[in-house]
Nanobody, 121 residues
Framework: QVQLVESGGGSVQAGGSLRLSCAAS????????MGWFRQAPGKEREGVAA???????YYTDSVKGRFTISQDTAKRTLYLQMNSLKPEDTGMYYC???????????????WGQGTQVTVSS
């Protein structure tokens, strides 16, 4: 099992930036894919971005050009650089690892506890 701990959330004004981090531990095997998901109050959880071990990346349309997912495999850390933030980006952001297949609609076996992002207008 993989332990995932997110950090970097906070409150920013629209147009601002945040960088989320997700530290993975407790598993020495290869993780084929890691991703970021978010859930706003009253809404379903949605996939934001995912990255495969080989480096392929996937983004939901609403964040393309604004968010960048990356990973440091040596540090076993996942990042999400979020620029030009909008109020609709507000939500709890979760890190996930080890997908059935790499993508935003796949099943992931491991989840973090989440970090809150709040964007005010």
């Amino acid at each position: 099992q993989v332990q995932l701990v997110e950090s970097g959330g906070g409150s920013v004004q629209a147009g601002g930036s945040l960088r989320l981090s997700c530290a993975a531990s407790g598993y020495t095997g290869s993780m084929n894919c890691m991703g970021w998901f978010r859930q706003a109050p009253g809404k379903e959880r949605e996939g934001v971005a995912a990255i495969a071990t080989v480096g392929l990346t996937y983004y939901t349309d609403s964040v393309k050009g604004r968010f960048t997912i990356s990973q440091d495999t040596a540090k076993r850390t996942l990042y999400l650089q979020m620029n030009s933030l909008k109020p609709e980006d507000t939500g709890m952001y979760y890190c996930a690892a080890r997908a059935l297949y790499c993508g935003l609609r796949s099943w992931y076996s491991d989840w973090g506890q989440g970090t809150q992002v709040t964007v005010s207008s």
